[in-house]
C-alpha cells in the first residue's frame, strides 16, 4: 500500500472558517494532486504541482488554495468554508514520468454546516 | 481537452454473471489505467496497459487496450460479492491523466 496521508479523515465545521487538510507522502513523489469527489460520483481534479514551488489548477474550478514548499507535503486550503464545499477531498502523487500510476490517500471527508 | 467517457454509469450484476465496462477517449493515449474504489474507500490502481490491442488478466479481470489506443474495456467473468464498487478508467495524454466517470457496480447476490 502506497504511504500518502491525509488528515483529518473527517471534519464537520461552521460556515466561514478557515481550513486547511493537510496531504504528505513518504514517497519522494514529485507530482501531487487534490481531487474533489462527491459520493459514488467522479473524480474532479481541482489542484496539481510537478513538484517544490509549482502548482497549477486543475480541470474544475475551485475556491481553494495550494502550495507546495517541500516534496513531500501538498495542503489544501479553504479560507471561509460554504456548505458548497462539503465533498470529499482526495489527495494522489505520483512519479514525474509517463506510464506511472497515481496513489491516493484515504480522503478527508468535509462537512460545512 | 481531452475527454474520458466511461459507460455504463452504473451496472447492477447478479451472482455468477459476466459483465463489460467500457472507457472511450476523444484523443490517443499514451496509456490507459485501470482503479477501483470500493464503497467508502479511495481508487486504488489495478492495471495499466500501454500497447496498442494490448490484453491483461488479472484472475476474473480482463482488461483490453484497442488498437488506435483510443478505448479499453474491463470485463469480469463469475462476478462476486468482493467486486462490488466504481471501477475508474484514466487516459494518458501528453503527460496528464484524465479520469473517466466511472462505472458503479453493485451486485445481487
Known amino acids: 500500500e502506497a504511504d500518502i496521508y491525509q488528515t483529518p479523515r473527517y471534519l464537520v465545521i461552521g460556515t466561514g472558517k478557515k481550513i486547511t487538510l493537510e496531504c504528505s507522502q513518504t514517497m519522494g513523489h514529485d507530482k501531487m494532486y487534490w481531487y474533489q469527489q462527491d459520493p459514488g460520483m467522479e473524480l474532479h481534479l481541482i489542484h496539481y504541482s510537478y513538484g517544490v514551488n509549482s502548482t497549477e489548477k486543475g480541470d474544475l474550478s475551485s475556491e481553494s488554495t495550494v502550495s507546495r514548499i517541500r516534496t513531500e507535503h501538498f495542503p489544501l486550503t479553504l479560507e471561509s468554508a460554504r456548505p458548497s464545499h462539503t465533498s470529499q477531498y482526495l489527495c494522489?502523487?505520483?512519479?514525474?514520468?509517463?506510464?506511472?500510476?497515481?496513489?491516493f490517500g484515504d480522503g478527508t471527508r468535509l462537512s460545512i454546516l | 481537452g481531452q475527454q474520458v467517457m466511461q459507460i455504463p454509469q452504473y451496472q447492477h450484476v447478479q451472482e455468477g454473471e459476466d459483465f463489460t465496462t467500457y472507457c472511450n477517449s476523444s484523443t490517443t493515449l499514451s496509456n490507459i489505467q485501470w482503479y477501483k474504489q470500493r464503497p467508502g474507500g479511495h481508487p486504488v490502481f489495478l492495471i495499466q496497459?500501454?500497447?496498442?490491442?494490448e490484453v491483461k488478466k488479472q484472475k476474473r479481470l480482463t482488461f483490453q487496450f484497442g488498437e488506435a489506443k483510443k478505448n479499453s474495456s474491463l470485463h469480469i467473468t463469475a462476478t462476486q460479492t468482493t467486486d462490488v464498487g466504481t471501477y475508474f478508467c484514466a487516459g494518458e495524454a501528453d503527460y496528464k491523466l484524465s479520469f473517466g466517470a466511472g462505472t458503479t457496480v453493485t451486485v445481487r447476490a
Open positions: 494522489a502523487s505520483s512519479t514525474p514520468y509517463s506510464n506511472q500510476p497515481q496513489h
Open positions: 496497459l500501454v500497447k496498442s490491442g
